[in-house]
């Protein structure tokens, strides 16, 4: 490293330690594009790279129509698009022109209007959370999902290689492009408790940070907290509040609120809202605290910025990928009385929190990529006083919440889904080898989930008569199976207390 680039990160390391931020709140959502969530902001921030630099570019089906940027009112997106790996590698080619055709591929019978919804971006007040926030705040325009994948992608990745030493899994929840290798040591949870920092993961069905190793012992399960939790700990003494907060959303059944389509984008929102609101309502807390609002990655939908390929790859053990392309550009806000309103253009990618947190309680860096990259702390004042300007409370109707399409809530199952049910299924299956008695094998459910009952749930969806009793064995085996994805958790935690008193004298 030269010596100015150890200037540079000897600035950022001050500027975090003297900052008044004592407690960082990351919330992670799901799955959409910086230009379809945040686009309309150019109405508001004079220099925003959005919208209105997006407005001559296009995509094209491949079969003679173009589409170009036009602003959407659907809050459930029908049809789920492709954001693997090679999908969004044809949807950044030709600077960003394959959006719409990469769709097409895998919905060659699809409307034009589902094809320009991959090309749409919400209006300005349409979003009642992220866009007041986005006003309000601090919105971050060149912030990139950390490699050019999706989350299920890396669940899978991750099941597969959990047990196998020098196996490699993409470490999407905290930071997207770590790679984590079989062994399951030094993870960032880890250097919080030699830190003796305190932390907490809030969540409402499964955590999927579980992927981490270490974050299944006793001592890092003790930090996992159902959300509604958060609430009461959100309104106690400040100095209470843990000092790092991970929330993770809902991501089965029909309140699930983490933004994957197809399910209504309003269900975020609230839970966008409800966490700014339980921050913003305890005055102590508000005046220390960092709120970062973040998506783990693009989900298919159309952004105009190219993202740079020439990222620092985490370590030397990249094999096939080499994880110096970044991913597409997504949706982030800093919010805190101690950011401003307007926009930072500093190039931000998932690492940037965890060298914010490495720079503020000297931490160990987590990897090349983590050292190399732009703190957030950027963006916060360390001079001044806190603002006293900012939105006291933000609603969400009751009446947006109602989905347009109900059925698809009840019955859809991404990829995302599926690759958590894997790895609960994973850890069930380690928990039964402890196990003195017998538990519900994951056979059972795959047999509940077959042709017939899938065929059932089809022929219920059409036929209004018999649908209910069609749909019956269908709607049992999902909730069976999110029930047992749910269980995974209290199990280990179960497992993890039970080991603890049979050591204790």
């Given at each position: ?257 983490d933004d994957h389509p197809p399910h209504n984008v309003m269900k975020a929102e609230k839970l966008i809202a409800d966490t700014y609101n339980a ?227």
């Amino acid at each position: 490293m030269g010596d100015v680039q150890l200037g540079k990160a000897a600035q950022q390391q001050a500027h975090a330690q003297n900052d008044p931020i004592r407690h960082v709140v990351v919330l992670l959502m799901e799955n959409h594009s910086f230009d379809q969530m945040l686009g309309c902001l150019d109405e508001v921030h004079e220099g925003l790279d959005d919208i209105r630099n997006a407005a001559s570019k296009t995509n094209d089906d491949g079969h003679g129509h173009t589409f170009y940027p036009r602003p959407t009112h659907s809050r459930q997106m029908k049809l789920d698009p492709d954001h693997g790996h090679s999908a969004v590698l044809s949807q950044i080619d030709g600077n960003n022109g394959g959006f719409v055709r990469s769709f097409v591929n895998d919905y060659p019978k699809s409307s034009l209007a589902a094809r320009q919804d991959i090309m749409g971006y919400y209006p300005r007040g349409f979003l009642p959370a992220l866009h007041t926030l986005g006003e309000q705040f601090t919105v971050c325009d060149r912030w990139f999902s950390s490699l050019p994948s999706d989350m299920a992608q890396s669940l899978f990745r991750a099941y597969r290689h959990l047990q196998r030493a020098g196996g490699h899994a993409i470490r999407s929840r905290c930071a997207q492009s770590e790679v984590v290798h079989g062994t399951g040591s030094g993870y960032d949870f880890d250097r919080l408790n030699g830190a003796e920092k305190t932390w907490r993961v809030y969540f409402y069905d499964f955590p999927a940070s579980l992927l981490l190793k270490n974050q299944r012992k006793a001592k890092n399960l003790a930090n996992y907290c159902y959300f509604d939790t958060f609430f009461r700990d959100a309104a106690g003494p400040a100095d209470a509040f843990p000092e790092f907060v991970l929330i993770e959303p809902k991501y089965f059944g029909e309140a699930q609120n983490d933004d994957h389509p197809p399910h209504n984008v309003m269900k975020a929102e609230k839970l966008i809202a409800d966490t700014y609101n339980a921050l913003r309502s305890n005055e102590s807390l508000w005046q220390s605290t960092l709120l970062v609002i973040l998506y783990d990655e693009h989900g298919g939908f159309y952004d105009h910025v190219p993202p740079p390929p020439d990222a620092v790859a985490p370590d030397e053990h990249t094999s096939a990928f080499d994880f110096r392309q970044l991913g597409v550009r997504v949706p982030a806000i800093l919010v805190s009385p101690w950011c401003d309103r307007g926009v930072c253009h500093a190039q931000f990618d998932h690492c940037s929190v965890l060298k914010y947190l490495c720079d503020k309680w000297n931490l160990a860096p987590l990897g090349k990529r983590a050292q190399a990259a732009a703190s957030v702390g950027l963006a916060i004042r360390t001079t001044g006083t806190a603002r006293a300007d900012t939105p006291q409370f933000i609603r969400v109707s009751n009446q947006s919440l109602i989905p347009d399409h109900g059925e698809l809530e009840k019955k859809s199952s991404n990829s995302n889904q599926l690759g958590l049910h894997h790895f609960a299924d994973f850890l069930h299956a380690e928990l039964d080898r402890l196990a003195t008695g017998a538990v519900m094998s994951a056979a059972n459910i795959a047999r509940a989930e077959s042709r017939w009952v899938r065929l059932k749930s089809a022929l219920g969806s059409a036929m209004i008569g018999f649908g209910q009793w069609l749909s019956k064995d269908f709607y049992q085996a999902r909730d069976e199976r999110e029930a047992r994805t749910s269980h995974a958790f209290t199990r280990l935690s179960q497992q993890a207390d039970d080991t603890a008193n049979a050591r204790r004298p």
